[in-house]
């Protein structure tokens, strides 16, 4: 699922999962959505704002959709991912809550870390950046 200009369908859908207390839900945000607490460094910022300024629609849904989830009853998690990078997976994903440990993840890698996070009590309620 994808938000996109005039779609905001990840806010959407955690609106309508919100009352589903228990269910497990994992989401993939983005390094741009910000969370409190962040630390992240010049070349972060600037990628951030790059996309706030020409994928708008995007970012705040999925701010929005962090809003609903974090005063939900779901079972919830956003992996926020920098740039994604298509190729074979090599194998592992680092978890940050302060910044993103590199500027990119492979699409495999970022899979098996949702499927991983579906199963990771410890991720419950938080929205780690991961990355290679």
Do not use: H
Not at 6 to 35: E, F, I, K, Q
Not at 89 to 117: C, F, I
């Amino acid at each position: 699922m994808a938000s996109g200009k005039g779609n905001p369908s990840c806010s959407a859908l955690a609106r309508a999962l919100r009352d589903r207390a228990g269910l497990r839900y994992v989401s993939v945000g983005g390094a741009a959505v910000d969370v409190p607490g962040d630390q992240k460094g010049v070349p972060d910022r600037i990628v951030s704002w790059m996309n706030r300024t020409f994928a708008p629609d995007l970012v705040l849904d999925r701010q929005a959709e962090l809003d609903v989830l974090g005063a939900s009853g779901l079972r919830w998690t956003m992996l926020r991912p920098p740039r994604l990078r298509d190729g074979a997976a090599k194998g592992s994903v680092r978890v940050s809550y302060e910044r993103p440990p590199s500027m990119q993840v492979t699409r495999a890698d970022l899979a098996r870390k949702v499927v991983e996070a579906l199963a990771d009590d410890s991720l419950v309620g938080r929205a780690p950046f991961v990355s290679n």
